[in-house]
Structure formats: structure tokens, C-alpha cells
């Protein structure tokens, strides 16, 4: 707070204006600035009375005495030196408001507006309760001549202080004046001293005006709240207010009183080699006249509080000895408010630069007829270019962007600035399909045409929107329409929707509502064996307790209203809400009690053909068996036969049909037998690192007789190096004799057959190996062509030329060569033969595979060495006995035994070395027979040889688990049994 005085003082005349202040006294910590502390000048309010007036006519100070009664602020009273410096009447102010006495002495090109500050200034004053400056202000000064009415331009510093009463409010206002216009215009001409004579004091009453003066100025000194003192040229302390004095006592700084040097205790508080303060600079220029004004603010905290002060530092300009005051008055609380302000528009800035809405200010512009045209854009956030697409925004317009200005939300705007209320709308730009959420508020009054927008772009959000409404329409047309059965529950398992596919294989609509008819509706659930299903078991329970993450494919069986039970599949998904907890479930199922039935029937039926399937198998074992038994003693014949030396080519001839028959027979049989364990799965490959030369060589030897026989010129290439594959070099051979053999037989006798052998690259760069069977037969049917491979396939080539056979051979060839991971084709033209082409994998493309030494063959002697002893055992007597006649006649000893008993009798009694045994025995099996003979330690070297019909794969495993060494297949050659008993023999021999 400050006001103007002019009064005598102590030393003399006191001319000059009290203001702030800054030093470093009152035992503040050095070199800290120092804080001072003041109440609120409390000037009470006094009442408009005689003593009043004297006091206020008598004070040598130029203001006026306003009333708080803003916008009037009533003139109450004014001192007789603001009417000398004015050059007014005291009786054409008191009572007027301000605004009347202003009226009447502006210049004229001035106006009315250049007192707005002054008005400006005592608000602030009456609302903050603080002194506030107007500023320099320019008026007009009546001429001296005032009947002509002149007036004259003056500058003039003005200053506005509340006066607070005891209760804390706003007494009256002090509204000092300063006139800066120079020292000449201050003298006032002869008329006007003559009429101000009459107002002044006379010459008696003067030294009592002055006392007074005195008092009431010393009583408003000591009411500002700023800490004021005066010093002289020397810088010491003439005059201090109570304010000064209270904040010395309390900071113990008593040493800062009335005739201590300001500037020498300033100095005293300076740490050594610390730099002249500013303020003592700025305190020295002033007193030396450098300068007439030095303020500054400073920050002068205590351990319990902080505060901050402004000095203002002046000097009295009148005549006289040179006069210093300088002012500290607290300003805390507007630098706390400053600090939050600053606090608050950081945040503001933080919020409008952080928030990933657009956000701008916007200027409206209108048009003569008050309807919105445009915008100018004044300030916009980080978000709002991201938001519009609009860059670089400020001090453009709307129509700088565009030229389409959308009518509807500039409208809303309008209405939104003159009516004050904030609204929120939806603005969609058609040609851009572009949809914003925008929040429009006005900014301040109707004098400031300005909104703030808060802007979305909620383009995608509508379009998922759509999309969720139009996928929650599917959902609910398939919930309610679709052929699948669905309900939804609850945590508690209550149902709260159903479709009506549910509630038709519930046979009734259920209580949504209703706990009794949980999970299910009215329906009972039984497992698929027909058990009640217990609530603590139903799959619901654990999906909706998060102990199942959900249900596929459950099967039950469901128990209408009318009894009826019907078998259905359900599908369980939880329900969760956005927090991810389950808040119920969904069930989706469906009826399949017709397809349950089919299923029971097609499991039934696949058990059926499964058993067919077995029984077929053991019926081809057994016909394998029967039919083998009456060709084993036809091969011993023939064998007996051409052992016996008889030059008659009619015997010859027999015996050579005798045996290319039983051959033909056994091949059948063979074939026949083949393509059931390679259906059933039974095959089983023994593959090793062979050369097709070798296939090719074991597979002439097989078909030379057929070829030979019917006179066919056969012509083979192999390639000049080994083509390696990884195969069984059994079942190949196999492969390529019945190729060999059909081309054989479909090729009329005298015809051309060729095998070529050859490597080939296919696309991708595999190597493979390619036979080719070509002949000049028949050839195939277009119509049979495709369906050559296939089992059983058999047509007639032509009405007499019926070749035989079952449809087996090209099967079996088809499906050995695909076990061998290779392909097989068959081309043909009626009447110009067949090819069939055979691609196998190359091991490689011409190296040999490391494959291990062949281990040696021990020499034979020449010499006969004696023979084995033999135990035949068959119950076919035809066989047993003619296999012994070729026992004996190759020098074996030999005993016969036709049931499993009599083996057993006859193995104890003649210890034999070999026992050729008959699986198919009557009393006892050929396997307990076996197995009986490996308990007796006397025959442990007896060798076991299985000679028997039976040749499949279990068959094999069988025979080995009872103990036997070989296993046979009838009809047995007799090479094969000779050389088993070679083999006996040569091992007998060793030591």
C-alpha cells in the first residue's frame, strides 16, 4: 500500500511519496534477502463529521477520499492540496462520483477512454485489497482564466489504496495524485490563487492545521501495510511507519530504526568478497539522481513460511534537502497466487498438449446479419491435426482448408456463442465419409466471440459400431432362427434366453427364472450308458467355475417332458465381461439321436465286416491249406518220377505237365494269399541296398519256362551301370515276374516281348529308376484300362482266348510297388499290346552302396557223407509217404508219424536229427507238439522244420515262438527241403 504525502516532519518540511522497499536488515540470514512482514493497513472508517473534514482539508497530501460504492466511488472528501493541483472546488466534488468530476476537465482529443485505467485501478483495489497504480494518465488542466473555460494538458501518476477498517472491510479508498507535467505547470496564475484564497486556511489556524495534518498523515503512515522508511542523502533513517518498526522487533532487528545508516547496515550484511547487491546499486541511483524509480521483487523466505516482497525505491522531487523513501510491501499472496496461476496454466498446457482429443479455439466470424459464416482458428492442440487432418491450423480460417463450409456445425456455433450453452453434436462431412463428436462452449462474454472445441474422430468408432450392431443382429437372427439349439445361463446356472430350437428338444419352454429348471430347462441329462447325470458333474458347472476353459463335442442324452430321450452334442463357452471374469456361459446343441442310431448301426456293421474280414482270412488259410496238402504229394511224385531212369518221352512228357501244373496251382495259391496280407496289412518289407540287375536276373529265371513255351522273342536293356535301390528283392522279383508272366499270356505264341531298365530325372530333380514291360499282345480295352490295377479285375480278351488266372497279379503288383514308395502305369492300344512302367527311388545314380562281405563258402567235399535222421510227420498219407520215399532214396533215414502223439512217440524213440512237422495235426497241433519237444533235453539239437499250408505272416511268428527253425509252405520243392538238410548235416560234421 501507498499513498502520496506532503507534511513536515521531524527534520523539516517532508515532501515526498512513500514507497516499497527492499534491504537486507532486521537479522534476516545473510546473504538471503530479507523478508518483511506487514498487517493490512487498517485505517477505520470515520464518520463524515466536522473533525473529519479538518482533518482531511488539513492534510498536505493531493487525494481524494473515495466511497467503495463501485462504479460511482463517491467523492467524500478531498484534501486542499489536490484542489491546488487540480485547480478545482471542493464544493463541485463532494458527494459526485468520480466519473461526474472527471466529466468536466478532459482534453478534448483524449476521450472518454483515457480515464479507463484510473476506473480499472480502484476496482482492483476494492477487490484485492491491495494498493494498485493506474499509471501515467493524461487529463486537462482548467487554464488559469477559468471563465474562458480552457483546459490544458497535464500528466499525472496516480495511486489507489483501500483503507480496511477494524471488521476487515474496505472503508473508504484513497485516490492519490501525482502531477509529472513539470514543475512550471504546477504554478498556479493570479485568478486562481485569488479564488483559492478564499478556501485555504487563514494565517491563525495554520500551525494547528499543520499539527493535525500531521496526525492524520502519521496515522495513515503507520496503517499502510508496507514497510515504509525515509533516508536522507546519506542514507540514514529519518522517519520509519509502524509496519518498518513491527517487522524489525520481530526479526530482531532493531538496528534498522530511526537514525541508523540503511546503507551502511546494508553493507555490513554482505559476506567478504560478495558483489554489490543490485538493490544497493539501484538505491545509490536514485539518491544521486540517476535515476527517479528503482523497484524490484525478491524472494525472502523463512524456515516456516515463504514470502516475497517488492522495494520500491523514490525520491521526493521539490525543492529542499535530498529525500529518499523506500517501500517493501508484501506480496506473498499475489506471488502465491502467480505461482499458482503459472501452476495452473502448466497444467492446462499439459493437459492440452497430452489429451488425444482435438481440442482449438476458434474465433467466429459473422456476417451483416448475425449468422455464422467462418472461423479463424487461434489455438489447437498436438491431437487436433491427428483429429481433422488440418495442419498448421492458427491464424488460418476454416475456409483456407476448404471451400465447403458445412453450414450445420458453423450454425450450432453461432448458437452456442450467443447463447452460452455448451453442446454437444455429431458433424458428419458427406463427401469424405468422415464423422466427428465435437463439444462446443463459449469463452467468455458476448463481447468476445470466441469457442472452444473439443473434437473426435469417431469415423471408425461408428463404423464398429455398425458392425457390432450388425454382427448383434446376425447373432441374434442365428440365436433365434438357426437350426441349432441355444440358451444362456447365469453364474448360478439360471437360464436367461433360449432360442426355440431349444426349447423343441426340451419338448417345453422353461421358467427363465426359475432354479429348478437350471442348465437345462425341464429337461434330465443322462450320461451315454443311461446313468443320471449329478448336478456336480454337468459340464456346465465346471466351464462356469473356470475349471473347464470350455466344452466340444460332449455327447448326453437328454430326457423330454413327455418321457421321450433323445441324444444331443453340446458345445459350452464361457461369458466374460470386460474385466475378463465369467459372468455365465453359452450352450449350443443339437439332436443326433438319428445319427447316434446310424453310428450304433455302422459300428455293429463294421464289427460285422470286421469279422467277416477275419473269417474271409481264415477261410483263405484254410483254403490255402487244403489246397496245398493234395499238391505236396503230386511234387514228390514228379520228383519220384525223374529220379527214375526212364527214356520213354510219353513218361517224360507226363511228368513235365504233372509239375508246370502243381507250379501253376501254387503260384495261385500264392497270389492268392499274397493280396490278403497286403489288404490286411500283414506285409512286411525286408528292404536292403540291391541292384536291378539282380531283380531282373531272379525274375527271368521265374518266367523263362512260360516265355519259352509259347515261343515269344524276349529282348532286355539294362543300363552299362548298377541302378541301386532300397527294396525287398523278393517282392520285386515278384513284381517283375508277374508282369513278365501276363505279358506272357496275353501275347499270342511266336510274339515280342521287351524289359528295359533305365535311370530318369523327373521335374524336380529326383532320381528314379524306370522298367518298362512292353509286348505285341492283344493289348487292353479302353473301357478296362482304368480299372487294370484294380482286385479281381478279369476280362475277356476275347471269347476262346481265356488265359486264366483271378484278377490278382496286376493288384498285387500295384500295391508291392507303392509299399516300395513307387508308381506304376499301364498304357495300351487294342491290338498293338501293353506297356506297364515301374518308377522306383535310385539309392543313387550309379555307385555302388557299401554293403558287407559276402562270408565264405566252405568247400564241398566230393566224397558222400552219410545222411540225417528224419521224422516225417503228416496226416495226408500220400504226402508223408512219398516225401519219405525221396528221403530214403537221397540217403536219410527215415520214420513216419500221421497224428501229433505218435510224433511225439517216435521223436523219443529215434532222436532224430531233422523232424518235418505238419502244423495241421489231428490229437495234438504241430505247435504242441514242437513245444513238447523243446522240454526234452534229449532232443535239444533236433531241428524243427514247419511243413505246412498255412503261410501267413502270423502263421511265420507262431511256428518260431514254438520253437521251430524253418518254416515251409507247401507244396514244398525238394530243393528246399534238401538243402535244410544239407545245412543239418554240415553242422552235425563240425566239431
Not at 536291378?692 to 518266367?703: F, M, P, Q, R, Y
Not at 510224433?903 to 523219443?908: D, N, S, Y
Not at 529215434?910 to 523243446?934: C, H, K, S, W
Amino acid at each position: 500500500m501507498r499513498i502520496s504525502f506532503i507534511g513536515r516532519g521531524h527534520d523539516g518540511l517532508l515532501q515526498g511519496v512513500a514507497q516499497p522497499w527492499l534491504g537486507r536488515l532486521h537479522g534476516c540470514p545473510q546473504p538471503r534477502w530479507l523478508a518483511m512482514t506487514g498487517e493490512a493497513a487498517n485505517l477505520a472508517a470515520m464518520p463524515a463529521s466536522v473533525d473529519f473534514e479538518l482533518i482531511v482539508n488539513a492534510s498536505a497530501g493531493a487525494f481524494l477520499v473515495l466511497a467503495p460504492d463501485s462504479p460511482r466511488f463517491t467523492v467524500l472528501a478531498a484534501t486542499d492540496a489536490y484542489l491546488l493541483a487540480t485547480r478545482q472546488r471542493r464544493d463541485r466534488l463532494l458527494g459526485r462520483a468520480l466519473a461526474d468530476v472527471f466529466a468536466g476537465n478532459l482534453v478534448k482529443n483524449l476521450g472518454p477512454g483515457a480515464l479507463q485505467d484510473t476506473f480499472a485501478s480502484l476496482d482492483r483495489a476494492l477487490s484485492l485489497r491491495i494498493p494498485d497504480s493506474a499509471g501515467l494518465q493524461s487529463r486537462g488542466m482548467a487554464q488559469a482564466d477559468t471563465e474562458a473555460g480552457g483546459f490544458e494538458a497535464s500528466h499525472w501518476r496516480t495511486l489507489n489504496t483501500p483503507v480496511i477498517n477494524a471488521h476487515g472491510d474496505v472503508a473508504c479508498l484513497l485516490h492519490q495524485v501525482e502531477e509529472v507535467s513539470g514543475p512550471a505547470r504546477l504554478q498556479p496564475g493570479a485568478a486562481w490563487q485569488a479564488g483559492a484564497a478564499d478556501r485555504l486556511p487563514t494565517h491563525q489556524g495554520t500551525a494547528k492545521a499543520l499539527r493535525e495534518s500531521q496526525r492524520f498523515l502519521r496515522s495513515s503512515l503507520n496503517a499502510l501495510s508496507g514497510h515504509v522508511a525515509v533516508l536522507d542523502a546519506s542514507g540514514t533513517i529519518l522517519e520509519i511507519n509502524e509496519a518498518w518498526r513491527r517487522f524489525a522487533r520481530e526479526n530482531n532487528s532493531l538496528s534498522a530504526g530511526i537514525g541508523v545508516n540503511y546503507l551502511e547496515a546494508c553493507e555490513k550484511s554482505l559476506s567478504v568478497d560478495e558483489e554489490i547487491p543490485v538493490y544497493l546499486t539501484g538505491i545509490k541511483n536514485v539518491m544521486a539522481g540517476r535515476q527517479s524509480l528503482f523497484e524490484m521483487e525478491y524472494a525472502c523466505h523463512s524456515p516456516t513460511q515463504q514470502r516475497w516482497f517488492v522495494m520500491r525505491v523514490t525520491r521526493f522531487q521539490v525543492r529542499g534537502p535530498v529525500r529518499i523513501v523506500i517501500v517493501h510491501d508484501n506480496c506473498t499472496q499475489r506471488k502465491l497466487a502467480e505461482i499458482a496461476m503459472r501452476e495452473s496454466e502448466e497444467r492446462y498446457h499439459n493437459l492440452f498438449n497430452s489429451m488425444d482429443e482435438g481440442f482449438c479455439i476458434i474465433d467466429m466470424i459473422f456476417d451483416d446479419l448475425g449468422q455464422a459464416v467462418d472461423c479463424r482458428f487461434l489455438e489447437v492442440n498436438p491431437a487436433f491435426s491427428l483429429q481433422t487432418g488440418l495442419h498448421d491450423a492458427v491464424g488460418k480460417r476454416m475456409s483456407d482448408f476448404t471451400s465447403d463450409n458445412d453450414a450445420g456445425w458453423m450454425k450450432i456455433c453461432g448458437e452456442v456463442f450467443r447463447s452460452g450453452s455448451s453442446v454437444r453434436f455429431t458433424h458428419q462431412e458427406n463427401k469424405a465419409d468422415t464423422r466427428f463428436d465435437i463439444y462446443a462452449a463459449r469463452l467468455g462474454g458476448l463481447e468476445n466471440p470466441k469457442i472452444a472445441l473439443v473434437i473426435n474422430n469417431i469415423t471408425q468408432r461408428t463404423r464398429d459400431e455398425a458392425a457390432l450392431r450388425e454382427s448383434e443382429q446376425r447373432f441374434r437372427a442365428l440365436f433365434d432362427w438357426g437350426p441349432m439349439a441355444m440358451y444362456t445361463c447365469d453364474m448360478t446356472g439360471t437360464i436367461r434366453h433360449f432360442n426355440a430350437g431349444a426349447v423343441k428338444l426340451w419338448g417345453r419352454a422353461p421358467n427363465p427364472d426359475a432354479a429348478s429348471e437350471r442348465f437345462c430347462g425341464a429337461a434330465k441329462i443322462y450320461r451315454m450308458d443311461g446313468t443320471l447325470l449329478p448336478y456336480s458333474e454337468n459340464p456346465m458347472v465346471a466351464v462356469l467355475k473356470g475349471e473347464r476353459p470350455l466344452v466340444n463335442d460332449v455327447q448326453a442324452i437328454i430326457e423330454q417332458g413327455n418321457g421321450t430321450r433323445i441324444t444331443v452334442i453340446a458345445n459350452i463357452v464361457p461369458i466374460r465381461n470386460g474385466r475378463g471374469e465369467i459372468t455365465g456361459a453359452i450352450n449350443c446343441f443339437y439332436d443326433v439321436t438319428e445319427r447316434s442310431r446310424l453310428e450304433q448301426a455302422s459300428l455293429l456293421q463294421s464289427q460285422a465286416l470286421a469279422d467277416l474280414h477275419r473269417r474271409k482270412d481264415e477261410f483263405l488259410a484254410m483254403l490255402s491249406h487244403e489246397l496245398r496238402n493234395p499238391l505236396a504229394p503230386l511234387l514228390s511224385a514228379v520228383e519220384l518220377l525223374r529220379m527214375q531212369e526212364n527214356e520213354n518221352p510219353l513218361h517224360q512228357q507226363a511228368c513235365k505237365v504233372i509239375e508246370r501244373q502243381v507250379g501253376q496251382l501254387k503260384h495261385l495259391v500264392d497270389d492268392l494269399l499274397e493280396i490278403s496280407r497286403i489288404t490286411s496289412g500283414n506285409v512286411r518289407l525286408r528292404r536292403e541296398a540291391v541292384t536291378l540287375g539282380d531283380i531282373v536276373e531272379k525274375a527271368l529265371e521265374s518266367a523263362q519256362p512260360l516265355i519259352l513255351q509259347r515261343r515269344h522273342q524276349l529282348t532286355v536293356s539294362l543300363p552299362p551301370h548298377p541302378l541301386w535301390v532300397d527294396a525287398d528283392a523278393t517282392r520285386m522279383e515278384q513284381v517283375l515276374v508277374n508282369l513278365l508272366t501276363n505279358a506272357a499270356k496275353y501275347t499270342d505264341p511266336g510274339g515280342c516281348i521287351w524289359l528295359n531298365v533305365e535311370p530318369e530325372d523327373d521335374a524336380a530333380g529326383h532320381a528314379h529308376a524306370v522298367l518298362r514291360v512292353r509286348d505285341s499282345g492283344i493289348g487292353i480295352a479302353p473301357e478296362l484300362l482304368p480299372h487294370v490295377f484294380d482286385l479281381f479285375t478279369q476280362a475277356e480278351r476275347s471269347i476262346d482266348r481265356s488265359q486264366g488266372g483271378m484278377g490278382i497279379g496286376l493288384c498285387l503288383v500295384r500295391r508291392l510297388v507303392e509299399l516300395h514308395a513307387g508308381t506304376v502305369e499301364a498304357h495300351s492300344v487294342p491290338g498293338q499290346g501293353s506297356e506297364f512302367t515301374v518308377r522306383l527311388p535310385l539309392l543313387m545314380p550309379h555307385a555302388p552302396p557299401m554293403l558287407p562281405p559276402a562270408p565264405a563258402t566252405p568247400a564241398v567235399p566230393p566224397e558222400r557223407r552219410p545222411g540225417c535222421r528224419v521224422l516225417a510227420v503228416d496226416d495226408s498219407v500220400d504226402a508223408v509217404e512219398s516225401l519219405a520215399m525221396l528221403l530214403r532214396i537221397a540217403g536219410h533215414e527215415v520214420e513216419i508219424a500221421y497224428d501229433g502223439p505218435s510224433a511225439l512217440h517216435a521223436a523219443l524213440a529215434m532222436r532224430p536229427d531233422v523232424i518235418l512237422l505238419d502244423i495241421g495235426l489231428p490229437g495234438l497241433t504241430g505247435y504242441e507238439v514242437a513245444q513238447q519237444i523243446r522240454k526234452e533235453p534229449s532232443l535239444g539239437r533236433t531241428v524243427l522244420v514247419a511243413l505246412t499250408g498255412y503261410g501267413r505272416h502270423s502263421d511265420r511268428q507262431r511256428s518260431q515262438k514254438a520253437g521251430f527253425a524253418y518254416h515251409l509252405v507247401k507244396p514244398v520243392g525238394w530243393s528246399e527241403v534238401e538243402k535244410i538238410l544239407t545245412e543239418v548235416r554240415e553242422k552235425r560234421a563240425q566239431p
